[in-house]
């Protein structure tokens, strides 16, 4: 495997279930992050870990709830969404969030995992 | 007023000709630039980043940083009909740990 990996590629959930999104990347980096996208609206960033520390919280919604056990590995939790939040989850990751080289910040991202709630 | 903004378009160039791709921002502390592109049910790939004043060239493509007038530009030459793609631009915000993305502007090279 290489780069960032996103499972499940789709998911259709109804509004009471739990349900979780999983990334890995197998860069060596050491921030990853979750990103919505939505039709016609720019990318929302809505969390950031740095060294498995979470470093932004964008107000998401406490139905999305974010885990990092270690520096390859990224979940997000999802529980009683709306179906407002159905959209495309983009995991990234970087080589250092913190860092202000330019080269430390560039995204890779992963394929996505598209929701649907129904 | 937003953080990033670009041009949604969408803009439609004819193949040969120079796209040219337009990005403001807010954050007149931003030190970091980045163009992404983005294909139809694709996920976003690099093309490149900027952080110093001027124009960096990386075969077709030419990226042009003023940070006095807070602005920054793509430029691709002889354009393809493979460069059709959504095009999005991201600044580092200063002291922040994130990318802040503009909604994307849409280009489409016509044979």
């Known amino acids: 495997e290489t780069g960032v990996t996103q499972t499940p590629r789709h998911l259709v959930m109804g509004m009471t279930n739990k349900k979780s999104l999983k990334c890995e990347q197998h860069?060596?980096?050491?921030?990853m992050y979750w990103y919505k996208q939505s039709a016609k609206k720019p990318l929302e960033l809505m969390f950031v870990?740095?060294?498995?520390?979470?470093?932004e919280n964008n107000s998401v919604p406490s139905r999305f709830s974010p885990e990092c056990p270690n520096s390859s590995h990224l979940f997000l939790h999802l529980h009683t969404l709306q179906p407002e939040d159905s959209a495309l989850y983009l995991c990234?990751?970087?080589?250092?969030?913190?860092?202000?080289?330019?080269?430390?910040?560039?995204?890779?991202f992963g394929a996505g995992s598209r929701l649907t709630v129904l | 007023q937003k953080e990033v903004e670009q041009n949604s378009g969408p803009l439609s160039v004819p193949e040969g000709a120079i796209a040219s791709l337009n990005c403001t921002y807010s954050?007149?502390?931003?030190?970091?630039f980045f163009w992404y592109r983005q294909y139809s049910g694709k996920s976003p790939e690099l093309i490149m980043f900027?952080?110093?004043?001027g124009d960096k060239e990386d075969g077709r493509f030419t990226a042009q940083l003023n940070k006095a007038s807070q602005y920054v530009s793509l430029l691709i030459r002889d354009s393809q009909p493979s460069d059709s793609a959504t095009y999005l631009c991201?600044?580092?915000?200063?002291?922040?740990?994130?990318?802040?993305f503009g909604q994307g502007t849409r280009l489409t090279i016509n044979p």
């Open positions: 990234a990751s970087s080589q250092d969030g913190a860092s202000g080289a330019s080269g430390a910040n560039v995204l890779t």
């Open positions: 860069l060596g980096h050491n921030a």
């Open positions: 870990y740095n060294f498995k520390e979470q470093t």
């Open positions: 954050d007149r502390g931003s030190q970091s």
């Open positions: 900027i952080y110093s004043n």
């Open positions: 991201a600044v580092k915000i200063q002291g922040a740990q994130k990318l802040v």
